[in-house]
């Protein structure tokens, strides 16, 4: 079992509708988490964390986080064509020392 | 401010040639790490150093050495390289207690 697992393909929006992604992980012990865009050529930059259960807000972003069900999720409002990328999502794991993570949905917002 | 500077950013190797990667951080950052990120793959982790004069193996080490110099540098060598080592190559570090890595902008290796 993958430790983080983004099964969705690519994901094409119009401009101004929500996106939605989808993230589950197997270590119950995890207890960080992330969400990574990721412009083609570029490294990743962290765009939202969570550690406690329920939403967190942070401009157009929403994370969602159910420890229970082992599901992360992030929205993204009112999409733009610059949201098109890839988005990774990351998971603590080994006692917290390190990030494992997802293998990415790719995100076109279309004008 | 540099904050995780990796050298080369590009590189082309033949088969059985040996390299290293460099990674340096100014961010006074306890743990380092090493991925590697193919087409539909993510990333993966190949090796970590979570404090100065500690390695770990991650979760496709095969075929590469880690060095911590220092608390500032992090290397990645291959001994002898594979067309399956072909990939881009991310360092990047993070604080002693919080979290979120910080990457730096990754080196592209091809190998002939």
């Known amino acids: 079992q993958k430790e983080v697992e983004q099964n969705s393909g690519p994901l094409s929006v119009p401009e101004g509708a929500i996106a939605s992604l989808n993230c589950t992980y197997s270590?119950?012990?995890?207890?960080?988490f992330f969400w990574y865009r990721q412009y083609s050529g570029k490294s990743p930059e962290l765009i939202m964390s969570?550690?406690?259960?329920g939403d967190k807000e942070d401009g157009r972003f929403t994370a969602q986080l159910n420890k229970a069900s082992q599901y992360v999720s992030l929205l993204i409002r009112d999409s733009q064509p610059s949201d098109s990328a890839t988005y990774l999502c990351?998971?603590?794991?080994?006692?917290?020392?390190?990030?494992?993570f997802g293998k990415g949905n790719q995100v076109v917002v279309i004008p | 401010n540099a904050g995780v500077t990796q050298t080369p950013k590009f590189q082309v190797l033949k088969t059985g040639q040996s390299m290293t990667l460099q990674c340096a951080q100014d961010?006074?950052?306890?743990?380092m790490y090493w991925y590697r990120q193919d087409p539909g793959m993510g990333l993966r982790l190949i090796y970590y150093?979570?404090?100065?004069?500690?390695?770990d193996k991650g979760e496709v080490p095969n075929g590469y050495n880690v060095s911590r110099l220092n608390k500032r540098e992090f290397s990645l060598r291959l001994e002898s390289a594979a067309p399956s080592q072909t990939s881009v190559y991310f360092c990047?570090?993070?604080?002693?207690?919080?979290?979120?890595?910080?990457f730096g902008n990754g080196t592209r290796l091809t190998v002939t």
């Open positions: 270590d119950r012990g995890s207890q960080s």
């Open positions: 969570i550690y406690s259960n």
């Open positions: 150093s979570a404090s100065e004069g500690t390695t």
């Open positions: 990351a998971v603590s794991a080994g006692g917290n020392n390190r990030l494992a």
């Open positions: 990047a570090s993070k604080g002693a207690k919080d979290w979120p890595l910080h």
């Open positions: 961010m006074n950052h306890n743990s």
